[in-house]
């Protein structure tokens, strides 16, 4: 026969294991998200009537401190505006001196408000993530579609998208002979530490 106590503890030893998958998902849907800069690459590509320009910036930040349960997010990520680099010394002079005034403006930066759709805890999620896009000291409301690997504590974030910076005020870099599209296509390969931790909520 089986003891009451030890039996208690057998009848119990499932239910506990269920207990365990469904509450510590739901403790850690608040995360600290920390990029590498040096393991980050943000790239442009702007199209003209001669050719395609390819460049590259330097990421000089990014953190982020997530509420998953709440669609909430905050931080920042930080591009050198002055990092700018084509490969054409003449060209990415005028490309700061002119278009991008990183002197005046030596910062790029987004700060996230929202993300919308569903983060794995592991593995693959596609979100879209909604903040604020500061280019050439002005403010522009942006929606980012983000993909997101989650291997670990090591976070994989794949950004690909248009920034309309003509009509964010910046200026057209066309001239008679050459013609630039009106946006530059910005793609950020970034990978950082990713840190799930438990609710915050007070009990009384």
Excluded: C
Aim: glycine residues 8%; neutral net charge; hydrophobic residues 40%.
């Amino acid at each position: 026969m089986v003891p009451i106590r030890s039996g208690l503890r057998y009848a119990w030893g499932p239910v506990l294991a269920v207990l365990v998958l469904v509450v510590v998902p739901a403790s850690a849907q608040q995360a600290a998200l920390e990029i590498d800069p040096a393991r980050t690459t943000v790239h442009y590509t702007l199209s003209t009537s001669l050719h395609t320009v390819h460049g590259t910036f330097q990421l000089k930040s990014g953190k982020a401190d997530l509420d998953l349960s709440a669609g909430k997010a905050s931080g920042s990520m930080v591009i050198d505006a002055a990092s700018g680099d084509s490969g054409n010394s003449w060209r990415d002079s005028k490309m700061h001196r002119e278009i991008l005034e990183s002197q005046k403006y030596p910062e790029i930066r987004f700060v996230p408000a929202e993300i919308e759709g569903h983060v794995a805890m592991q593995g693959d999620s596609q979100v879209e993530v909604k903040g604020t896009f500061r280019l050439h000291g002005q403010d522009h409301e942006f929606l980012i579609p983000a993909a997101v690997h989650i291997a670990g504590s090591e976070l994989t974030l794949d950004l690909s998208f248009s920034i309309p910076y003509i009509k964010w005020g910046l200026k057209n870099p066309s001239t008679f002979i050459l013609r630039a599209s009106d946006k530059v296509e910005l793609s950020i390969h970034a990978i950082g530490q990713w840190t799930p931790r438990a609710s915050t909520t007070s009990t009384n």
